[in-house]
């Protein structure tokens, strides 16, 4: 078996380095590296962004949600894919038509103050960590289960092979990869799928059936509860999936890798038709597991379920199927992870580096020297942090991700274009209470506190009582944008109000002198 799995890993591995070593020759400008030149068509781009949604998250952690909590993995699932219809009809289009490299591109579209970048960046800097630290909690988990190397080691291979090709390839290696890794990802479940079904003779009902008493908990599998107990708990979750998808940098500066606002919104229309597909065998995908693997080995594997996917494998197709699952996996984080890295890579070296410090001046050989170092900065954090997060679930480390996009990037970039009032002061207070605000609720929550020892990061009473605290910091990122607007309404007033412009350009691409001689 273990010779299996490094064959299919050695394929794979060759495979991505060959993807770089192609896209680094044309990896020559920054432009280049950022957004891959701008021309990837709807159906590439759709392909890439999912595979960038299809992340450890997505798939590990998912049929790990499904198998250990039944309903309650759909807390999870749906509001993930219904969130890419707020990117179809409120972001996919100005993003594309404002933006240009990064979401500080976009932002600054309205308000060009350096302070505006300077905050964007940063939140697009953190956003992009602590969505990094879930796919290398699962990179570890997944070689502490497939070839014995210990948790903490995994996450630091991980971590450097996906520096390899990001170093050199930039967005261009990191499209290509995400695209075979989607089609990859999509056709193991689609055959796994298979596999399961077979087992409960494609008797799609008797296996709901079936699973009233195939676990520890009986029918309470299949009502919601078993995980979140609390109902303003599972909203505030949903809340925050539901939203979080369209304020994600990783997931927004995929929109500026096509040539227009039309193939922006085609893309989505392909990922949405991509993600629900691959949704719906992953529901029953996380029950087979915990009917035919069951909950005691699962949690033995990994006590989040992060490995119920790979168990999965191996029941039913043995050592080879388990080795391919496992393989394509590690492509999943892998190209998930590079993704991540360019995208907040770009935001230290385009928006930090060059708009601020070097005031836009800054040579292509500078800016790609910067962006490569941030790689290696931003990686080396992320590695860090997620040495400790062995007992999370990945999909809910996503979450918490999404969480904080929804209440920081999301607010503002709605205002932006559709807000005329809406200002410097609201978009910088915005960002920073949404950022701030959020972090601070996570860390009084019960993720990190825990009365019974072991059980989370530190021991004692959470002062927050809800695990995901979107219900409310999202409402308060609005907030913010709406207090800091009205506190700088009279300097705002003396400024150049960029409004109309930018309105137009949202919606047309082209600029209010433009649309003129049109």
């Known amino acids: 078996m273990d010779m299996q799995v490094i064959i299919l890993f050695s394929i794979i591995t060759i495979g991505t380095l060959l993807i770089t070593y192609f896209a680094s020759k044309k990896t020559k400008t920054a432009g280049s590296f950022y957004t891959a030149g701008g021309g990837l068509t709807a159906r590439q781009n759709?392909?890439?962004?999912?595979?960038?949604f299809m992340s450890a998250s997505t798939f590990l952690g998912l049929i790990g949600a499904f198998a250990l909590s039944g309903f309650d993995g759909f807390f999870l699932m749906y509001p993930a894919l219904l969130s890419f219809l707020v990117i179809l009809f409120l972001v996919a289009e100005p993003l594309r038509n404002l933006g240009k490299y990064t979401l500080g591109d976009m932002i600054t579209a309205r308000y060009r103050f350096k302070q505006v970048r300077a905050v964007t960046a940063i939140n697009t800097i953190v956003i992009s960590i602590f969505y990094m630290l879930g796919q290398l909690v699962a990179a570890g988990a997944l070689f502490k289960l497939l070839l014995g190397i210990p948790f903490h080691i995994s996450i630091i291979i991980v971590g450097i092979g996906m520096l390899t090709f990001v170093l050199f390839g930039g967005m261009t290696a990191t499209s290509w990869v995400q695209i075979i890794k989607a089609i990859l990802l999509v056709g193991g479940t689609f055959i796994l799928f298979i596999?399961?079904?077979?087992?409960?003779?494609?008797n799609f009902i008797g296996?709901?059936?079936?699973?009233k008493t195939a676990t520890p908990v009986g029918a309470d599998f299949l009502n919601p509860g078993v995980k979140y107990l609390s109902g303003l708990d599972a909203a505030s979750l949903v809340l925050g999936l539901l939203l979080g998808a369209a304020g994600l940098p990783h997931i927004l500066v995929r929109f500026l890798t096509v040539p227009n606002a039309q193939v922006a919104r085609k893309s989505v229309v392909w990922v949405m038709w991509i993600m629900g597909c691959?949704?719906?065998?992953?529901?029953?995908?996380?029950?087979?597991?915990a009917k035919l693997v069951g909950m005691p080995t699962i949690i033995e594997a990994n006590p989040a379920g992060n490995m119920a996917a790979p168990l999965l494998a191996q029941l039913v197709g043995g050592d080879l199927m388990f080795a391919f699952i496992s393989a394509v996996s590690f492509a999943t984080i892998l190209a998930v992870v590079a993704g991540i890295v360019v995208t907040g890579a770009a935001a230290f070296s385009h928006d930090l580096y060059n708009e601020i410090f070097k005031n836009g001046q800054a040579t292509e050989k500078q800016q790609m020297t910067m962006v490569r170092l941030a790689s290696i900065v931003i990686t080396a954090v992320s590695i860090v942090l997620s040495l400790s997060l062995q007992?999370?679930?990945?999909?809910?480390?996503?979450?918490?991700?999404?969480?904080?996009?929804?209440s920081s990037n999301l607010p503002v970039i709605l205002f932006t274009v559709f807000w005329r009032k809406f200002n410097k002061t609201g978009a910088v207070f915005g960002m920073l209470v949404g950022l701030l605000g959020t972090l601070t609720l996570v860390a009084l929550s019960p993720n990190v506190w825990n009365p019974v020892p072991g059980?989370?990061?530190?021991?004692?009473?959470?002062?927050?009582?809800?695990?995901?605290?979107?219900?409310?910091?999202?409402?308060?990122?609005?907030?913010?944008?709406?207090?800091?607007?009205?506190?700088?309404?009279?300097?705002?007033?003396l400024e150049e109000d960029r409004y109309t412009e930018i309105l137009v350009k949202s919606h047309t691409g082209s600029d209010v002198k433009g649309v003129i001689k049109h």
């Not at 296996?207 to 699973?211: D, R, S, V």
């Not at 691959?278 to 597991?289: D, E, P, S």
Request: net charge neutral.
């Open 46 to 52: 759709g392909l890439a962004l999912a595979g960038d």
């Open 195 to 202: 596999m399961v079904m077979w087992q409960f003779n494609f």
């Open 391 to 406: 007992s999370f679930n990945v999909a809910f480390l996503a979450s918490l991700a999404f969480t904080l996009a929804a």
């Open 455 to 493: 059980a989370a990061l530190l021991t004692g009473e959470a002062i927050f009582p809800l695990s995901s605290p979107g219900i409310v910091s999202i409402p308060l990122g609005f907030l913010a944008c709406y207090i800091g607007t009205k506190i700088g309404a009279k300097k705002a007033a």
């Open 207 to 211: 296996m709901f059936a079936e699973m």
């Open 278 to 289: 691959f949704h719906f065998m992953v529901i029953f995908l996380g029950f087979g597991a």
